[in-house]
């Protein structure tokens, strides 16, 4: 048993946390986040230049890392910093699922997106699918040597600044079938295909996409037909250790802002960390905060389980992190007051990413009926 | 013990339904529901349409063109305002500055001022909090230094609501710094456009520019803007604050805001049936109802207390607590409710006019509102202050 960091771990954490405290600070995130792209080229290509997409593909892939806990040690950092910028929607969905399933043609993108190069973002979800992975009503119907594509993708992030959307669509079965269910490379500019932009509330940028019989060549399918699911899952499956770990991140940032403000702020002539009523408040938001901990090295730890005790154990971390990110999140505020609620002051941010964190890939109740599914298998 | 309504209340009600029903435009029931920010036009529209009914103020005697009416008519008021989604009466001058004036000061000042609020000339803020003093409210620190017939002040409020639309404000300000701290404090009642007085917005975290910076620097103020007697502000105050805790339980926006998160689960599919049928959800949807049976009944049972002229006490604190609770707690199933697109940020203008909303229409405010109404557990008194009322009264501070 060990649960330290590995030295090369260590070592990206402690470079990356460098960077972002120099370089990421509310100003710039405020910048940022007020600007029409939602996110900073600049940014990007100074974090890929300090090889933090690489440390989330394997050697094989072209990176150096790739493993649960690579993941989780990269986007603890990200989230702890309260980044906007789409690493989980580029590298971990899109990169994942064409280091996944791609063909050598397909697979040669990976270099652009490890050098910071190329955006991805993975159109799955529907309007109508709500957080089910298998329900697909988009199809993919074959026209020779040609696929054409028809349906809708809800609140696709990343979608505008993205070089290819990673589509999913059915080929054959019925809406909510497990199988039948392929996945496309579709360029932006493809006839039929438009997207509607617009920010999101915890920053950042999505689009509803829309398929008119968009005509995609055969060769755009990643990996073999009507068998994306799996693909999916365990792509989603990683994209949750992810949002586990910078919520985590967030969390901790949340937490340490509330401490400062306990001890610094006077009321009653006394600072308010004195009142034994927020004293134990305070005390329950980092038991709460250990356990989220736990969970995310439950999680990244078993990604490489077999598939439904993998995503049990996601679950379980969601579900957890879940409940916890919402008690940290309001009690920050509540023991804050006034100062909490308002833009300017940090705190807001995290809250934000704390809890539309739960509004992606599943949230509380989702998982929680999951684990349930899963224990019961 | 009878729980229904008798018919004379019933009668009112169907009147005030009438009223809603012929009044209440559909633009305007949309923005309420929909979180959409009310213009300075939509609130005064509003103020102005409840004054031409004579129903403006509920509390108010019929000499100063008040309604008069009792704890129960003012109870069913609120209620199917909320339910109808007609917007809040904004509360400064009416339910906050008018009892004060009346109860306080002079005859001058009521007639002066009265008719304004009615009519909406005047509209009020509130001067109470500072950077450096909200929960501790008697710590405050603007000061007002008398010379001749004049108050000069200076500091600084906070929080204060809608203080960008109004021409008044009414300040607590320490006019004794030697004195004990609740026992230097005064009423003073400043024009916003005199020369000294600056406003900045402060914008919360959903985005909402509804709170405010105010200002004073070397602000001239007349004498006679004194209300009551110098140094004795803290207990109008405390007067003041009673009021504003008439009404708090809000449930009547807690049966609105249930109605729109069984609207929405309704709608809403999850793994192809309804959310509203799912186990889970509909627990949570179930736990929260039952609260708010409780909760309305509580209410209904400290309103005809008060109706039979019993004063609350400890109960508007435990309302206070409970009813925001209880709102906030039906905010986050809204927002789980709308699952992906709670994501979306619903900015006004950069979305054209006609263009059709993202996601289902009820979808879009909910994630905005859910942090905004994190206010209600903060505001007016926070519920750590109402626990420490009741402590402190049930348990005389443990001594």
């Known amino acids: ?377 | 013990m009878d729980l229904n309504y008798t018919p004379e209340e019933l009668a009112f009600r169907d009147e005030v339904r009438a009223f809603l029903d012929e009044t209440l435009t559909d633009d305007i029931r949309a923005k309420v529901r929909g979180h959409g920010q009310l213009t300075k036009a939509d609130m005064e529209g509003w103020h102005a349409a409840l004054n031409a009914r004579g129903w403006l103020a509920p509390t108010w005697p019929k000499e100063w063109g008040g309604c008069e009416w009792n704890a129960v008519q003012r109870h069913i008021f609120e209620e199917e305002c909320a339910m109808a989604d007609a917007p809040r009466v904004v509360p400064f001058g009416l339910t906050m500055l008018g009892p004060v004036l009346m109860k306080y000061g002079t005859r001058e000042q009521c007639e002066r001022y009265l008719p304004r609020i009615l009519s909406g000339e005047d509209w009020w803020c509130q001067g109470y909090s500072e950077p450096g003093a909200g929960s501790d409210l008697a710590s405050l620190r603007t000061r007002a230094v008398r010379e001749g017939d004049h108050y000069i002040v200076n500091g600084q409020k906070t929080w204060t609501t809608l203080g960008h639309f109004a021409n008044r404000i009414f300040c607590l300000v320490r006019t004794d710094p030697d004195a004990k701290p609740q026992e230097g404090i005064s009423f003073l009642l400043i024009d916003m456009d005199s020369p000294g007085v600056e406003i900045r917005p402060i914008i919360l975290l959903d985005g909402t520019h509804e709170v405010n910076e105010v200002f004073f620097d070397n602000v001239k103020v007349p004498v006679e803007n004194l209300v009551g007697e110098e140094n004795r502000g803290w207990t109008y105050a405390k007067y003041l604050l009673m009021h504003e805790r008439t009404g708090i339980a809000g449930v009547g926006f807690s049966r609105a805001g249930l109605a729109m998160v069984r609207r929405m689960a309704r709608a809403e599919m999850h793994k192809g049936q309804p959310l509203l049928e799912n186990p889970h959800f509909a627990a949570r949807l179930a736990q929260v109802e039952i609260d708010l049976m409780a909760m309305a009944t509580t209410n209904l049972r400290i309103v005809s207390q008060a109706a039979a002229g019993q004063a609350p006490g400890v109960e508007s604190s435990m309302l206070k607590i409970k009813g925001t609770v209880i709102r906030q707690e039906i905010n986050d199933l809204a927002r789980r409710a709308a699952g992906p697109y709670a994501l979306p940020f619903p900015s006004e203008g950069l979305e054209g006019v006609n263009e059709p909303p993202i996601g289902p229409e009820d979808a879009g405010p909910v994630a905005a509102q859910y942090f905004n109404n994190r206010k209600l557990s903060i505001f007016g008194g926070s519920n750590e202050i109402q626990r420490n009322i009741i402590a402190k009264v049930k348990l005389g501070g443990g001594r």
């Open chain 1, 1 to 377: 048993m060990n649960f330290e960091l590995t030295e090369e771990r260590r070592m990206l954490q402690d470079t990356l946390r460098r960077f972002l405290s120099d370089r990421y600070d509310s100003a710039t995130r405020n910048a940022i986040m007020a600007a029409p792209e939602g996110m900073s080229a600049e940014i990007w290509s100074a974090l890929a230049d300090l090889g933090v997409i690489g440390a989330l593909f394997s050697e094989p892939d072209g990176g150096y890392g790739g493993e649960g806990f690579d993941i989780a040690v990269v986007f603890e950092e990200l989230g702890r910093a309260g980044v906007v910028e789409p690493f989980l929607d580029t590298a971990v969905l899109g990169g994942g699922l064409l280091a996944a399933l791609g063909d050598e043609r397909q697979r040669a993108l990976l270099a652009e997106v490890i050098e910071g190069r190329l955006h991805l973002a993975l159109a799955h979800y529907e309007p109508g699918s709500r957080y089910d992975m298998e329900r697909v009503a988009t199809t993919a119907t074959a026209e020779g040597d040609a696929v054409v594509l028809t349906g809708a993708k809800a609140v696709v992030v990343n979608a505008e600044a993205a070089g290819h959307l990673i589509v999913s669509a059915r080929e054959s079965g019925a809406v909510d079938d497990p199988g039948g269910i392929s996945l496309f490379l579709v360029p932006p500019g493809s006839k039929g295909l438009t997207l509607r932009g617009y920010p999101l509330i915890s920053g950042g940028r999505a689009a509803e996409v829309t398929l008119e019989g968009v005509r995609v060549p055969a060769s755009a399918r990643l990996g073999a037909a009507g068998e994306g699911l799996a693909a999916l899952r365990r792509a989603l499956a990683r994209a949750n250790v992810a949002l586990a770990a910078e919520t985590l991140g967030a969390m901790e940032t949340a937490v340490e802002l509330t401490r400062e403000y306990l001890l610094t702020r006077h009321q009653f002539g006394r600072p308010i960390g004195s009142f034994q009523a927020l004293q134990h408040r305070f005390a329950d938001l980092l038991i709460e905060l250990e356990q989220a901990r736990s969970a995310v090295i439950n999680a990244a730890g078993q990604l490489d389980a077999p598939a439904d005790e993998r995503d049990r154990q996601i679950s379980a971390a969601r579900n957890l992190i879940g409940r916890a990110g919402r008690l940290v999140a309001e009690e920050s505020i509540q023991m804050h007051g006034g100062i909490g609620m308002t833009q300017e002051y940090d705190l807001a941010h995290f809250a934000r990413r704390i809890i539309m964190a739960d509004h992606r890939f599943g949230d509380t109740d989702w998982h929680l009926e999951r684990f349930i599914e899963l224990s019961a298998a």
